[in-house]
């Protein structure tokens, strides 16, 4: 069956670095969009950024644009999410989520385009 599963989670200082990663199972992985978000206490959840593991285009919010890169390995069925210069407001439980198909600028952004979902990783950035 398929299986997202995040770690990587963890407390830094602001303006530290965490590298997330997502290992994924159960399905062909090099035709999927992949998608982190992340979900605060009373928050809606929210797209952070997403990748089309069919050819590694990449997709940002504009609140992560610069700080935060998206990659995968195919080999190893991972994306990863580099998170730098890191500030108490990115401070949520991310989540990885896949879609088996491009990512579309227009909804890659949208929880409910996902199909599959891991159990989340905290993030926590102290001032």
């Known amino acids: 069956q398929v299986q997202l599963v995040e770690s990587g989670g963890g407390s830094v200082q602001s303006g530290g670095s965490l590298r997330l990663s997502c290992a994924a199972s159960?399905?062909?992985?090099?035709?999927?969009?992949m998608g982190w978000f992340r979900q605060a206490p009373g928050n809606e959840r929210e797209g952070v950024a997403a990748v089309w593991t069919g050819g590694s285009s990449t997709l940002y919010a504009e609140s992560v644009k610069g700080r935060f890169t998206i990659s995968q390995d195919n080999a190893k069925n991972i994306t990863y999410l580099q998170m730098n210069s890191l500030k108490p407001e990115d401070t949520a439980m991310y989540y990885c989520?896949?879609?088996?198909?491009?990512?579309?600028?227009?909804?890659?952004?949208?929880?409910?385009?996902?199909?599959?979902w891991g159990q989340g990783t905290q993030v926590t950035v102290s001032s």
């Open positions: 159960g399905f062909t992985y090099s035709s999927y969009c």
């Open positions: 989520a896949a879609v088996p198909f491009v990512c579309f600028s227009s909804s890659w952004y949208v929880a409910n385009e996902y199909n599959y």
